[in-house]
């Protein structure tokens, strides 16, 4: 999954963060990452520039295992303040083995008047 940019007014909760994760095949070729083994999928944001820190963390739902899709549900507050931010998700695994994926940039602006 390559560098996904998306752009939401302050306070928003609409449209839902929906991806579809990917990864290469021994040959090259992208596919999509089942996910019908994992115990569950998160999503986190943190202020662009600052140390990493997640803001929050949060499951999505698995959508389509087999074929990667997953939704994450803006909750109260996620979008509340207008800045530069970044995402990430977060593949766990049955076991304890986990698997960081994409690399979102989400720019939160002030609602026009």
């Not at 996910?35 to 739902?61: E, H, I, Q, Y």
């Not at 909750?75 to 076991?95: E, H």
């Amino acid at each position: 999954m390559s560098c996904i940019t998306r752009v939401y007014y302050k306070g928003d909760r609409r449209p839902s963060l929906k991806l579809k994760l990917v990864t290469r095949d021994v040959t090259g070729n992208v596919i999509p990452v089942d996910l019908s083994t994992a115990a569950s999928v998160t999503f986190s944001m943190s202020k662009s520039g600052k140390d990493g820190v997640a803001l929050f963390t949060n499951n999505m739902t698995i959508l389509e295992a087999i074929n990667g899709i997953v939704v994450y549900l803006w909750q109260d507050g996620d979008l509340g303040t207008v800045g530069k931010y970044r995402g990430w998700i977060t593949v766990n695994w049955t076991g304890t083995e986990r698997e960081t994926k994409g690399d979102l940039e989400i720019t939160v602006k002030q609602r026009p008047a």
